[in-house]
Structure formats: structure tokens, C-alpha cells
């Protein structure tokens, strides 16, 4: 399947920069029978695809087992089962059995449970391909789980499309797979289940296991796929599996001629079909107005969701030579939270209720408003290594405007320890970098005036509110790890009790800010800070909110790359179901990372990540619900967030997106603290903030994402163009328009492209004519919402951007393109009109080392080209590698302009 394995393996430095880890793509074999290709995972044993003539109906059938806490056992084949998978192989007829452990990194793997599996693949009573997997998982001391057995995906293209349920009482039930998102099970009681593939040929799944099936909308917590799983989410959990009991589960999906009820829609549903050839790209004018919202960046203190907490953070990825990287976290060497148990904290934090009392409760220097270097010292110390009483505070302040995005994204949670020093030090990054605030705020108690005028005190004394834009609401409930056996699929009742004592939260939140904001600038957001599945699930029905919010993670379930990449396809039908619900509201959207912030489940918080271990050297691994994933640092997690810039713009009126914090485990960049340390491959280059000629503190790493990052955050209030990709499962594209610069009046545009024929890296010369001048030049930008332009000066946002795009013949402007696949992809880029197209690359070669250390690399490495002499002067062709990333800046020639070039 995999065509080009051993150019990905070719050398360690390849898999580092596109994964930023030395973890390389697991071996893929492939299998097939007549019309049905199946595809297996040899080291995990899980099915990733099974696809009939092409088109596939399955995303994945793979046995799960779940902890306690809802973490995800990693199985594991044993080398001597992967190499028996195509000896096995028959003509008519193959089967492959294995056996796996499952590695839990908290029971050694002699006392793993053991799972032996047979997948066997053979022609059915009635002609057609049918695929059994039998499964029996032997338990060899107690173990606690919340799932136990196989889950089958099937593709989120049912969505509306008919379907047939048989109950395990013989009752059946025909229905349609839900188009909107639903908050719990669609179906349940499952049998077995059918669904059309095309209008000659359906597929049925018949499930002989222990416990009865149910299917879940995987699409809420952004899985592109509805799930049928084994066990109800309303019975008892955790459970235990009892030591020397042996569970035989089996799944059997056939191929079969679709019954009446099947073929009640005309149409096919639009499969995702594996193809090959060049991906053409069209741009069309947009039948809406959309425009490309105001870009977040995070800025992470520690105290994730479920943690309870403060973590310093500790990133083991790069080298093997043992050295870790420091990653920007909160100091808990100090804080009064540490080792308290939950009624100390709470004493604690009740000691003294008034603002003045935060100070006395020792945060000052000791809580999460000091940024630890080295996870240790007091704010004296950092001081005097910063080089001056705010230097940590000019780098990240340097670090955010040279992202070019506007808006602070920033956590108050005062079980983490946060204080007044905690909002100073917001307000500082916030003033230096000439950026608003979205204020994260976790409140304790729902109907507690104090509570709520205490909190609120705190920013009074910051003096923080002049620059906040927006506050989240938080209620505690919402944050802390849940005991209750109902705490993964929540119950209608606790969702409804839940909304109600949130919806009081937020009403009182909204009378003590009126005392405050005046003039109704400062909007209040309510939502959900672990997924959407919380905000549909507990939905705020408050009129003093304004608009809802949520975050999105790639690998809530699996944290395989081609599962990651298929994530950002759900984020239009999310929208969808938001204005479904919240018609009238404002929707803020973020963060948007790969890594998860933490999960409300369970008892135990996540871990930051695995450590991978190879003959070249160490690295963290791909581990669902962690909270450190190293792609974010690699060539994918460019081409990930790439992916879902495009799905958000693909609809309008989303007011803000998160796409990650500054620095840290879900950064854009890499904060280096110690001179000393040796960074991981990717970052070999570096470069060091400056202000007005002195070196500050600290030196910055770019990861690949910077630059995506950079060019949106630019380009924010943009009018966005339609895009039409030939095949969405091999690349991801956005477009957006921008006014020419010969237009009088109008800044110094992107577009001022150079006359010149060369093609490929510019000579430094040409890098200075192709430059599109200072951070601060941008072309189209826009402030957040309700920021203060004339404090904003550089957002140059014309109203009128939206009626030139319109009155204009031809595309000007930006297109982005990624290429989301592990494979060389080409790329035919046809405009119909004679244009200039300037081009810069963002991919694993070592000609963009360069990207490392340059924030503005894209704009200094754009190597135009007038392509009048060429045979097709309206044509751009392009080759994209792995995970590579294109920038395309495209002037549309007149006449006159044409002639002269």
C-alpha cells in the first residue's frame, strides 16, 4: 500500500522532520479477494481500510482495551505472527492469526492480558468476499477496564444515507445514519447491521460477542467515522476482567445484494475512493462572504483538564544522548497547590476571600504566574538569567508578533494556583505584543456572588480588563477528573443538571462583568474546554451568553497519521451542528491541535506522552489522549493545521480560531532555556529575539507549524475563495484575495511579485526583491473582535475588500495547499488566465532548514515566475512531498501588465 516506505525510512532525519520523532510508519500490508482489498496494520494488527471496487465502506475494525481511566492499551504483534501474514495467503481464500499483548505502562508485559486473533477472508454462501475475525483475549491477572473488544468505523459519507439494525430479540428497525451531530447513541441494541455500497451491493456486519453493540457518533469528538463499539456506555464502568477468564468475541462483515429498504436514496454515498494521477485544483468566486477569522495563540501555564495540578513539563523527544528539552510551563516547585490534598486546597484557596487576600496566600512568585526555567526557581532567579526584570516577557511578547496573529489565548484557574501575578504577567505579554485577550476563566462555585466578585476582583487588580475581549466561563464541574460511573457517556439527566447550575454560573458571571464593562464590549463565551462532545452534550441555554466555544484534538481515539489527518473533515458538520443549536450565537473555535488538553473522564489524568526507543536514538511516541504529540513539531503538524484552516473556511462566521499555544507541548515554536542543551534534529538551527539591539532572554526554535500559523494570523479579515480539490483524501487547499498593489492607496502588498524567470531557491538578491516587507506591513489583517483600532493600527482592513474581489475578473491573491498523505503528490493549479505565480515550500528537505530559524521564510523564499514564455502560461504545476506545504501567491495579468513582463 505504502509505495513509498523506504523513501520515508530512508534515513533517521526524514522521519524526524516530518513526525518530529524517530517513531517510523508501521508496515502495511496488503490483502484482497476479488473486488474486496483489506488493509491491515502488521505491528498493531488492526484493519485501517477495507474498500469494495475501490470505495471505502470501512474505516477500521481493531480490538480495543481501555483502562480505567479511558486510556488505551496499545496492542502489539509479536514478530513472529507479522511475518506470517502473506505466507498464509491463497488464491481463493487467506486467513492470518497473531497474537498480541497489550503494553500498559502501568502493568509489566508478563502480566499483560493476551489477545490471539484470526482474520480470514473467503468467498460467502452467496458468491461474494467475506471477511471473519475472530478474536480470544485471555486474562492473566484482574484487570480494571472501561471497554474491552472490537470496534468497527464506519465512514462519516453515511451520514443521511438508509441503514438496517436487527436487535438481538429479532427485531430489526430501518433508519438513516444521523446528518447532524447527535449528543448520544443513534443506535443501540445491536445485532447486526446493513447499509448500502453501491445501488447493487451492500455490506452487513454480524456481531457474536459478549456484550451487546451500540454506535456512537465518532464525528463529536472529531473522528471521521460513526463507531459501533461493544459494551453499553450506560452499564457499569470501570469493571473488572478477572484473572484466567478467556473472552471469544467474533465480527463477521459480508457483501451482499441490498434488501428494498437500502435502496430507498437514489444516490450513492460519496466514498472516500482511492485514486491516482495529479490532484487538479479550481478556484471559483465564493457565493458567500467569508472571511478568514482572527487567529489565537495559547499560552500555557500548566494545570491542564483533569490534572488537578500544575505539571512542569519535560520534552523527551530528539537525540538519544539523554539531554531534554525545556518546554514553557508553570513552576510548582513552589506553589501552595502542591501535594495538598482536595479539602487543603480548598482551605487554601478559602483563606481569605478578597482580592487583597490572593497576594497574602503566597502566589506571588510561588503560583503559576512565574514561568519557571528549568521547572525550577523563584521569579528573582528567572530575572536575573532573563537578563532584565521582563526579558521572559519581551521573548514570548517577540515571539507572538512575529507570528502575526492578534489575539492571547490564556487559562485562570485558581486550583492550578493562579493569582494576580498569574493576570500581571497576561497583561504584560499582552501589552508589549499589542494583543487582546480571550480570558479562559474557571469558576468553583456556580451560585457564589463572592466567589464570582472575588475572581473578578483578581483582574480588577491586574488591570487586565482593558484588554480582554472575550472571558470563557468555565464551571469546575466541567474541568475536574469525574469518579462517576456515567462520567464517559454522560446521562441526559447529569447533562441537563450539569447546564442548569452552569446556566446560573453564567448569569451571575454576566451581572458582575456589567459592573465592569460598561458598554457591552467584552462578549462572554460559554462551551466546553475538552471537546464539542461536552458543549452538545451540556448545552448552555443562558440568554446573557453570546457566544459558545470549544477545543478539538486529533487523536482522541487513535492516534494513527492517517486517522489524524481524516479529523479536520468533521469540522464543517461540527459548524453545521453549532448553528443547528446556536443559531443566534457567536462560535469561537480553539485550540485546534493534534495533542489533547486533558480529558474530564476518568480518575487519572493523561500522560504527556510515551517514550519511543530505536538503535538511532529516543523519541515520544503516537499515543491517543496525550497531550504531547510530536508530529505538532514535524512537517504533519504543518500540513495538519493547514487541514484545518480549509475545513473552518469552508463556512463563515466563525470569529476566532486557536491553532495552538506559543510554546510548550501544543507550541508553534520552542523555547530554549539552557545553553547547554542539545535539541532534538528539527531544531538544529535556532534563532535568538532581540529588541531595540540587546539580546533578551531565550532562544526560539521554529517548528514548521509557525508558518502556517504566520500566514493566516496575517491574513485575518481576508476574503476567502472557493476551492475545489479533485481528491480531499490526498490534499487540503484554501484560498483567499488580496487587492493588488497597484491599486493607488492601498499598503505594500504580498503580491508585488519580481519579473524574473527563476525558479526553485532565490539568490539572496531575489529573496530582497521577493520580500513582502516588515511583520508589521500586513497587507490584510483584521483585530480580533472588539479591539481598539487605533490601538491596533497595523490591522489595515478594508470593508470594501469583499466588493473588489467580487468586481474582479481574475484571482488575486494566496492559495495555500497541502499535501496530507505520506506520499509524493502532483498538483495542477488551472486558472484559464495568464498569471504570476510566486511559490515558497514548507517540507522535510534540508533546503528548509532555514525554516528554523526565519519566521519569515515563506515570504523571503517565494521564487517567481512569469510564465508567458511557457506553452501554458495559466497553468502551475507542482510536486509536493510528504506533508509538504505550499504557499502560492498569484497575480493575474492585464494586458498592458502582460506585455510588459
Known amino acids: 500500500m505504502l509505495d513509498t516506505d523506504s523513501y520515508l525510512q530512508m534515513t533517521p532525519n526524514v522521519v524526524q522532520r516530518l513526525y518530529g520523532t524517530s517513531e517510523g510508519v508501521p508496515e502495511t500490508a ?17 484493519i485501517t481500510s477495507i474498500t469494495y471496487d475501490k470505495h471505502e465502506f470501512c474505516c ?46 502501568r502493568r509489566k508485559a ?13 468467498y460467502g454462501e452467496h458468491g461474494f468476499p467475506e471477511l471473519e475475525i475472530a478474536s480470544e483475549l485471555k486474562v492473566q491477572q484482574r484487570y480494571r477496564a472501561c471497554r474491552h473488544g472490537f470496534v468497527v468505523l464506519h465512514p462519516m459519507a453515511l451520514a443521511g444515507a438508509p441503514v438496517q439494525i436487527e436487535h438481538n430479540k429479532g427485531s430489526s428497525t430501518n433508519t438513516t445514519f444521523p446528518t447532524l451531530i447527535e449528543p448520544n447513541q443513534p443506535f443501540t441494541d445491536v445485532k447486526r447491521l446493513s447499509h448500502g455500497i453501491t445501488l447493487s451491493e451492500s455490506v452487513e456486519y454480524l456481531f457474536d460477542v459478549d456484550r451487546p453493540v451500540e454506535v456512537e457518533d465518532q464525528r463529536q469528538w472529531g473522528d471521521a467515522s460513526f463507531k459501533s463499539y461493544i459494551g453499553p456506555l450506560a452499564s457499569q464502568h470501570p469493571y ?33 475512493r482511492r485514486k491516482s494521477g495529479s490532484v487538479q485544483i479550481k478556484l471559483r468566486k465564493p457565493t458567500e462572504q467569508r472571511r478568514v477569522p482572527a487567529i489565537a495563540l495559547g499560552l500555557s501555564l500548566g494545570g491542564e483538564l483533569g490534572t488537578g495540578k500544575m505539571t512542569s513539563s ?41 482580592p487583597k487576600g490572593a497576594r497574602a496566600t503566597g502566589t506571588k512568585g510561588k503560583a503559576a504566574g512565574v514561568v519557571s526555567r528549568e521547572g525550577s526557581g523563584t521569579r528573582d532567579a528567572q530575572q536575573q538569567r532573563s537578563g532584565g526584570t521582563d526579558g521572559l516577557d519581551w521573548v514570548l511578547s517577540d515571539a507572538v508578533r512575529g507570528s502575526g496573529c492578534r489575539l492571547l489565548h490564556v487559562r485562570f484557574n485558581e486550583m492550578d494556583g493562579h493569582g494576580v501575578d498569574t493576570l500581571e504577567f497576561y497583561k504584560r505579554i499582552a501589552d508589549k505584543a499589542d494583543l487582546t485577550i480571550l480570558l479562559e476563566c474557571v469558576f468553583r462555585r456556580s451560585r457564589d456572588w463572592k466567589h464570582v466578585e472575588q475572581v ?3 483582574m480588577d487588580m491586574a488591570g487586565i480588563w482593558a484588554r480582554v475581549s472575550a472571558i470563557m466561563v468555565v464551571p469546575a464541574m466541567y474541568v475536574g477528573a469525574s469518579s462517576t460511573a456515567d462520567c464517559y457517556g454522560t446521562s441526559a439527566q447529569t447533562a441537563c443538571d450539569d447546564a442548569t447550575a452552569a446556566d446560573a454560573l453564567y448569569d451571575t458571571v454576566s451581572t458582575a462583568l456589567s459592573q465592569r464593562d460598561k458598554t457591552g464590549r467584552i462578549r462572554l463565551l460559554a462551551g466546553a474546554v475538552s471537546s464539542f462532545t461536552e458543549l452538545n452534550r451540556r448545552r448552555p441555554r443562558s440568554q446573557a451568553v453570546h457566544g459558545v466555544m470549544h477545543s478539538v484534538s486529533a487523536i482522541v481515539h487513535s492516534a494513527d497519521d492517517a486517522a489524524v489527518m481524516t479529523t479536520p473533515d468533521t469540522l464543517p458538520v461540527v459548524f453545521d451542528t453549532v448553528r443547528d443549536i446556536f443559531p443566534s450565537k457567536e462560535y469561537w473555535l480553539g485550540p485546534c491541535t493534534i495533542a489533547t488538553r486533558g ?29 504531547n504529540d510530536p508530529r505538532q513539531r514535524g512537517c504533519f503538524g504543518a500540513a495538519y493545521t493547514l487541514a484545518v484552516v480549509a475545513k473552518v473556511l469552508t463556512r463563515g462566521g466563525t470569529k476566532c480560531i486557536g491553532l495552538g499555544d506559543i510554546v510548550g507541548d501544543r507550541g508553534i515554536m520552542a523555547l530554549e532555556l539552557a545553553a547547554e542543551d542539545t535539541a ?77 524567470a527563476t525558479v526553485g531557491t532565490p539568490s539572496p538578491k531575489q529573496r530582497t526583491a521577493t520580500d513582502t516587507g516588515t511583520e508589521d506591513d500586513r497587507d490584510v489583517t483584521t483585530p480580533p473582535p472588539n479591539t481598539d483600532r487605533r490601538r491596533s493600527g497595523h490591522n489595515r482592513v478594508d470593508p470594501m475588500d469583499w466588493h473588489h474581489a467580487m468586481a474582479s475578473e481574475h484571482f488575486t491573491g494566496e492559495v495555500w495547499i497541502g499535501n496530507i498523505t505520506n506520499e509524493i503528490q502532483d498538483v495542477c493549479l488551472p486558472l484559464g488566465y495568464k498569471a504570476s505565480f510566486a511559490v515558497a515550500l514548507i517540507d522535510h528537505t534540508a533546503a528548509t532548514r532555514i525554516a528554523d530559524h526565519d519566521i519569515r521564510f515563506l515570504d523571503q523564499t517565494l521564487s517567481s515566475v512569469i510564465l508567458s514564455p511557457s506553452p501554458d502560461p495559466s497553468n502551475l504545476t507542482l510536486e509536493l512531498s510528504p506533508y509538504a506545504v505550499a504557499r502560492v501567491v498569484i497575480t493575474a495579468h492585464t494586458q498592458s501588465h502582460f506585455e510588459r513582463s
Open 30 to 46: 496488503h490483502l484482497s479477494l476479488g473486488e474486496v482489498d483489506v488493509f491491515v496494520n502488521k505491528e498493531t494488527g488492526a
Open 60 to 105: 477500521g475494525i481493531e480490538y480495543l482495551l481501555r483502562d480505567e481511566s479511558w486510556g488505551t492499551a496499545a496492542p502489539t504483534v509479536e514478530s513472529s505472527s507479522r511475518d506470517g501474514i502473506q505466507a498464509i495467503s491463497q488464491p481463493e481464500s487467506w486467513s492470518w492469526k497473531y497474537t498480541a499483548l497489550f503494553n500498559s505502562t
Open 110 to 122: 508478563t502480566h499483560s492480558p493476551e489477545l490471539h486473533v484470526t482474520l480470514s477472508l473467503s
Open 240 to 272: 473488572d476482567l478477572e484473572a484466567g477468564t478467556t473472552i471469544r468475541q467474533r465480527v463477521i462483515v459480508s457483501i451482499r445484494t441490498p434488501c428494498a429498504s437500502l435502496l430507498q436514496s437514489p444516490t450513492v454515498p460519496p466514498w472516500r
Open 314 to 354: 519535560t520534552n523527551r523527544q530528539g537525540s538519544g544522548s539523554g539531554k531534554h528539552q525545556q518546554e514553557l510551563q508553570g513552576n510548582t516547585s513552589k506553589s501552595p497547590m502542591r501535594g495538598k490534598k482536595a479539602s487543603q486546597r480548598q482551605d487554601l484557596l478559602t483563606k481569605d476571600v478578597s
Open 456 to 458: 473578578l476582583g483578581y
Open 599 to 627: 480529558t474530564p473522564y476518568g480518575k487519572k489524568s493523561f500522560p504527556r506522552g510515551a517514550l519511543h526507543q530505536t538503535a538511532e536514538g529516543g523519541g515520544l511516541a503516537r499515543v491517543p489522549l496525550a497531550t
Open 680 to 756: 532534538p534534529l528539527w531544531h538544529q538551527a535556532a534563532y535568538v529575539t532581540s529588541r531595540a539591539g540587546r539580546q533578551r532572554a531565550g532562544t526560539l526554535r521554529v517548528h514548521p507549524v509557525f508558518h502556517v500559523v504566520r500566514g493566516f494570523g496575517r491574513a485575518a479579515g481576508a476574503v476567502v475563495w472557493d476551492v475545489d480539490v479533485g481528491d480531499p483524501t490526498r490534499l487540503c487547499a484554501t484560498a483567499f484575495y488580496v487587492k493588488p498593489a497597484m491599486v493607488p492607496g492601498t499598503p505594500r502588498s504580498s503580491l508585488s511579485v519580481v519579473r524574473t
